[in-house]
């Protein structure tokens, strides 16, 4: 069996060591144009030269959640596309929006800026009954992130493309329940796959649903979020404010007014990476289960596009 | 029945009108010297004079969770003191906590200072096996930062006077245990009742037990901690930073150099603020419960002093 690996932007030695130690069995080599063709493929953004060299691939091991940029190239026949599904991220996430919703809820910015100017200052607690959090995709990721904000006691919904129940989770579903759902919103977390569909689904109309003083926190794709729309909702003083991790462009080019908004938090897509051993350890067990000629979790429906 | 009401710093109408609300058959005074005595007391730092004069008092309530001021005064004999024993004070306790934890270990402030500076910075993601949390004080607040902690998958250890158990919690009970508590913490969480034992034991000897790179968390009370050897270790590098939110005189007097200390972030105690609407269901509860000669949660042991 061999195990071809081609990621742009990625050290490929421990991830061609890791895989060789979690598959002794496998030939797991670094992609060269021209090599022999493999039976499965650990990838990241691979040019489409690559995947044209492939016919027999079995699948294809995408090392990160989102799959977008995948589905747009032309894949082998035979071929599935596998996410990572937590390995690790999960968690990560659930880390950055409790932060995220946390510092925004409790105005630790505000006492930050306070503190300072050298100033004690006092602020009227707020409730949180006043500030449910909508969690836009129920996935792996969204779930764990709606797990996680019920433990700080906000109330919290969720939508999703098919309808999900999730204890004290108030879910909707579908587009016919997207305007009710932004609109029990007061913060908004998106962790919605970047699909033809969710392109651009935060806008000015649909962010205007949000309840007074709306929060937006964007952990999915950049090309989800309408980036002029956002900038004259926060300015109008329609949005309170927003914490954006992804971006259409990455880097977040230079001049770009996301960098120095006064109500934009910006992080360089930091809020869910993949970690090696993790990811190792899931595409080995995944591929050793394909061999068994077993199911496996996490293969992308192409016509969904996640 | 009477209530007495004697909370310094403390806008007294709406206390008053909610107890009144909550407890119709009461008669609910705000204190005046010479005034007649009381059967209950919601207090706050009252001062002595005020105690001097409730020879009948049955229970006195102190509305916030450390009831360390008021065991510093004489008690009147057959006086029961009486701690909010949660009052949506943990919830609040475990978002701060939790905030400042994963701030630290995500390194959010190093990537604030990089976008401000306009640099998208990658920082090598840390493993969290290597930030265990150690809790210091295991009651009602505690029990409940430790386990929101735990949802984030941080190794989690507890100390506390008597010995607790806690799922997926460490525990370690009494003076004999605290040096290896302390040696298994990286991330130190103090939310231990201040009591004579307990005053200053945040110093010089405890803090380097850390593990290397410490970080201190303190919500607890300010006599908890000698400044001048936290500002030490800190300075010397043995300590990564801390997050204080209580200090030795409140609020922090200007020139203190914990103000602008550039590895210390302080905030205005405000880690679990006392909810007005939440404490007073609590006090008449708890008063109604007394009245039927039934047993109440939250006494204070005079001798252990919380």
Known sequence: MKITFCCTDTKAEPWLAGLRAALPEALVELWQPGAAPADYAVVWAPPQAFLDEQPQLKALFNIGAGVDALMLLRLPPGAQVVRLDDAGMSVQMAEYVCHAVIRHFREFDGYEADVKQGKWSYRKPRARADFPVGVMGLGVLGERVARALRVFEFPVMGWSRSPKALDDVR?????????????????????????????????????????????????????????????????????????????????????????????ITVTPHTSARTLREESIAQIAGKIATLERGEPIAGIVDPARGY
């Open 171 to 263: 879910c909707f579903a579908g587009p016919a329940q997207f305007d009710d759902f932004l609109a029990a919103s007061r913060v908004l977390v998106n962790l919605l796959p970047l699909t033809p569909e969710t392109e651009g689904i935060l806008n000015r109309a649909t962010l205007s649903r949000l309840k007074p003083g709306g929060y937006l926190i964007n952990v999915a794709r950049g090309a989800h979020l309408v980036d002029e729309d956002l900038i004259a909702l926060l300015d109008s003083g329609q949005l309170a404010g927003a914490t954006l991790d992804v971006f259409r462009t990455e880097p977040l080019p230079a001049g770009h007014p996301f960098w120095t908004h006064p109500k």
